[in-house]
């Protein structure tokens, strides 16, 4: 900093602190806040499905990792909305999945019937909680060398824009809600229908290794992100949307069944969809 003959920032040098002062507090304002503050609220929300666990009440805890999820997909919106994305959101992020899709749904199983399995209902939880760790480690890993790689990959895209199609379409396994829904999918079926056999700690454990199974495969997922509803579609998704919204409130275990049903029914089409798509691509390049 260039000082004056008494000693004080010369005016210029004044102007340049206070402009990067600003754009510090510009950098901390409300708005640019709110990314971060959903996915906290996403990582109480996750958390608390533990406590409701505790008291025995499982439908809560249900209830609770749902709306962690609702919150974990707004967040990463909003902040690409107020152009508020940074290193640490999406550090933080990773984090709150880890915590509310790994943690909380492994507990809240475990408590209500792995425990009757001892020491193996424990070993599932852990397996599927590791897994879970596993699934977001690749997931930051793969994001991270795609970013290394993006100049030389826009180089390739130019040629290729399947591969574009195919990069926006599709998961590496399921992701962190997905495989979470799946692990509670028989506890909705119980609140939904009042079955209690499907709570065996025998069936539980296989649903816990299935889902824990599909994280971590290398089995190609709808990625519903970069769904763009056709303009004649407009009005008819704004009729599925108030229908949705009428279940919510009159049978929302029925439909948290019917959409984890679906999302199990779609993925043997992405498989297929993604190998045509493989298939376009390497006619592309020969």
Same mark, same amino acid.
């Given at each position: ?20 002062? =600003?754009?510090?507090?510009?950098? @901390? ?13 996403? @990582? ?19 209830? !609770?990792?749902?709306?962690? =999820? *609702? ?99 599709? *998961? ?26 499907? @709570? ?11 889902? =824990? ?10 990625? *519903? ?5 056709? #303009?004649?579609?407009?009005? &008819?998704?704004?009729?599925? !949307?108030?229908? *949705? ?6 049978? &929302?275990?029925?439909? !948290? ?14 498989? #297929?969809?993604? #190998?045509?798509?493989? !298939? ?7």
């Amino acid at each position: 900093m260039t000082l004056n003959k008494a000693g004080e920032a010369t005016p210029k040098e004044q102007k340049k602190v206070g402009a990067a002062t =600003a754009a510090k507090l510009q950098e @901390l304002s409300f708005v640019r806040m709110i990314p971060n503050l959903a996915t906290v609220a996403a @990582l109480c929300t996750g958390l608390s499905s533990i406590r409701f666990a505790m008291l025995g009440r499982f439908e809560w805890a249900v209830v !609770a990792i749902l709306i962690a =999820a *609702f919150l974990d997909g707004i967040d990463g919106r909003i902040a690409r909305l107020l152009k508020a994305t940074s290193d640490f959101g999406a550090e933080l992020d990773s984090l709150s999945d880890f915590i509310c899709f790994g943690v909380g749904p492994a507990v809240v199983i475990y408590m209500l019937t792995l425990k009757d399995l001892n020491g193996f209902g424990w070993g599932v939880s852990l397996f599927y909680s590791v897994c879970m760790g596993l699934r977001l480690a690749r997931f930051n890993a793969m994001t991270i060398q795609q970013q290394r790689e993006k100049v030389a990959e826009d180089e390739t895209l130019k040629q290729s824009p399947i591969i574009t199609a195919g990069k926006n379409k599709f *998961f590496v396994g399921t992701p962190a809600p997905a495989a979470a829904f799946i692990a509670l999918f028989p506890l909705m079926i119980h609140l939904a229908f009042d079955i209690d056999w499907i @709570l065996n700690p025998i069936v539980y454990a296989f649903f816990m290794i299935l889902s =824990a199974s599909l994280m971590v495969s290398r089995i190609p997922t709808y990625s *519903f992100k970069s769904l763009k509803i056709p #303009r004649s579609w407009v009005l &008819p998704s704004l009729v599925i !949307a108030a229908l *949705f919204m009428a279940m919510i409130i009159s049978a &929302p275990w029925l439909l !948290a069944c019917a959409v984890v049903t679906a999302y199990l029914i779609t993925i043997p089409f992405s498989i #297929r969809d993604f #190998r045509k798509l493989k !298939a376009l691509e390497t006619a592309a390049h020969t």
